[in-house]
Structure formats: C-alpha cells, structure tokens
C-alpha cells in the first residue's frame, strides 16, 4: 500500500497529478492529495520570510491571526517590490 502511494506520487512529482490519477485508476483528489494538494509557493522566499516570522511570534509567546499575517505578508511583498524595483533602475 505505501509503495503504491510513494509510486503516485513519484509519478506525479515527474509529470502531472492529472496522468498519476489516470495510471492508476484514482480520483484525481485523490491524487492531489497525495501529493501534498497540490500547492506550489508563488513566492517562495517571501513565503520563507513570513514563516520563519510566525515561528519567531510563537516562540516568543504571541498569538498569530490571520489578519496579522495578511498584514505581514502586504508588507514582505511591499519591500520586495521596492526592492525589485531599485535592483532595476
């Protein structure tokens, strides 16, 4: 059972959840859900920035909301475009 689980989803690391679902006759949920469902990093090192400043929160004993972190994220991606911008000009 776990083997066939680890060749779904070694299958759909090398092409897609869609094909690994038709290989081997499942849902394509149930595909994606092996797989991790499927969710990519847009941004990944603004995402790093933004879990190594929720684990920092946590450690020092505060609560994390969402909004808390829509705000925090607003604000890594507001220094990342200026950034960005600066590098270009």
């Known amino acids: ?8 989803i070694e299958l759909a690391y090398r092409t897609s959840n869609k094909f690994a679902a038709h290989c081997y006759s499942l849902d394509l949920m149930m595909s ?43 604000e890594i991606m507001r220094s990342s475009a200026r950034l960005a911008q600066d590098e270009a000009e």
């Not at 059972?1 to 779904?8: G, L, N």
């Not at 920035?49 to 929160?57: A, G, K, M, T, V």
Request: proline share 2%; aromatic share 8%.
């Open 32 to 74: 994606s859900r092996k797989v991790g469902s499927g969710h990519h990093a847009l941004f990944p090192k603004e995402e790093t920035q933004l879990y190594e400043w929720i684990i920092e929160l946590c450690k020092d004993g505060f609560t994390v909301n969402h909004s808390s972190i829509k705000m925090k994220m607003v």
């Open 1 to 8: 059972m776990i083997e066939e689980k680890s060749k779904v």
